[in-house]
């Protein structure tokens, strides 16, 4: 004979549910924040979940420091009416939001100059080798890794020849004053347009 009851849990799952251990809680926290970035590779997508990973591990972090400081932690006669007041201090979105405010994006330097920042970058792009060009250090890499003044432009006629494939295509950078694919093709999982201004190094590829 049972005893009357809303539900019924097996034993085990019971059990889980009363001992289980905190990467439940993590994997739940984390999918209520995805974020929605496409067309990356597997690798980019676990990069992306250890970084969200240790900004939760901070935001936890930083509620039980906070607790410490204002000396509430003997209050607590339960983990439970603890953990409620940790809720109650802050969610993990508002700690994300907070944090987004403050953040501001490094901005590439050179690597091989300590003053690569105070030199200007060039204004001319030349006409041949421009891929070697733009590899190099003395103003072709800075120039398209920089963050600002790449305007997409549209040219109906004549097309031009993109920098990276080789396909004929009307959108140009303002600033590299080359052509470059928008939009990704086959396998590859960004642009022609990504690929020239986020990688250190460019190379040619088939389509």
Same mark, same amino acid.
């Given at each position: 004979?049972?005893?009357?009851?809303?539900?019924?849990?097996?034993?085990?799952?019971? *059990?889980?549910? /009363?001992?289980?251990?905190?990467?439940?809680?993590?994997?739940? +926290? %984390?999918? &209520?924040?995805?974020?929605?970035? $496409?067309? *990356?590779?597997? /690798?980019?997508?676990?990069?992306?979940?250890?970084?969200?990973? +240790? %900004?939760? &591990?901070?935001?936890?972090?930083? $509620?039980?420091?906070?607790? /410490?400081?204002?000396?509430?932690?003997?209050?607590?006669?339960?983990?439970?009416?603890?953990?409620?007041?940790?809720?109650?201090?802050?969610?993990?979105?508002?700690?994300?939001?907070?944090?987004?405010?403050?953040?501001?994006?490094?901005?590439?330097?050179?690597?091989?100059?300590?003053?690569?920042?105070?030199?200007?970058?060039?204004?001319?792009?030349?006409?041949?080798?421009?891929?070697?060009?733009?590899?190099?250090?003395?103003?072709?890499?800075?120039?398209?890794?920089?963050?600002?003044?790449?305007?997409?432009?549209?040219?109906?006629?004549?097309?031009?020849?993109?920098?990276?494939?080789?396909?004929?295509?009307?959108?140009?950078?303002?600033?590299?004053?080359?052509?470059?694919?928008?939009?990704?093709?086959?396998?590859?999982?960004?642009?022609?347009?990504?690929?020239?201004?986020?990688?250190?190094?460019?190379?040619?590829?088939?389509?």
């Amino acid at each position: 004979q049972v005893n009357p009851a809303h539900d019924l849990r097996p034993y085990l799952v019971d *059990l889980w549910n /009363r001992f289980k251990g905190g990467q439940d809680v993590v994997s739940r +926290q %984390l999918s &209520n924040v995805k974020v929605d970035f $496409r067309q *990356l590779s597997p /690798r980019a997508f676990l990069v992306i979940r250890q970084i969200m990973t +240790q %900004l939760l &591990n901070a935001h936890l972090a930083l $509620r039980l420091v906070k607790l /410490r400081l204002e000396d509430k932690v003997d209050e607590f006669t339960s983990y439970k009416k603890m953990k409620q007041t940790l809720n109650e201090m802050g969610t993990f979105s508002d700690f994300l939001y907070k944090f987004g405010e403050k953040w501001e994006p490094k901005k590439y330097s050179d690597e091989s100059s300590d003053n690569s920042s105070s030199i200007p970058l060039p204004t001319r792009v030349p006409k041949r080798n421009r891929m070697r060009w733009f590899n190099s250090n003395e103003g072709g890499k800075r120039l398209r890794l920089s963050t600002e003044g790449h305007t997409l432009l549209h040219a109906i006629n004549p097309k031009k020849r993109c920098l990276i494939c080789d396909m004929k295509t009307t959108s140009k950078c303002a600033k590299c004053q080359v052509h470059l694919c928008r939009f990704a093709f086959g396998q590859n999982r960004t642009s022609c347009w990504v690929k020239h201004h986020t990688r250190r190094t460019i190379e040619k590829i088939n389509r």
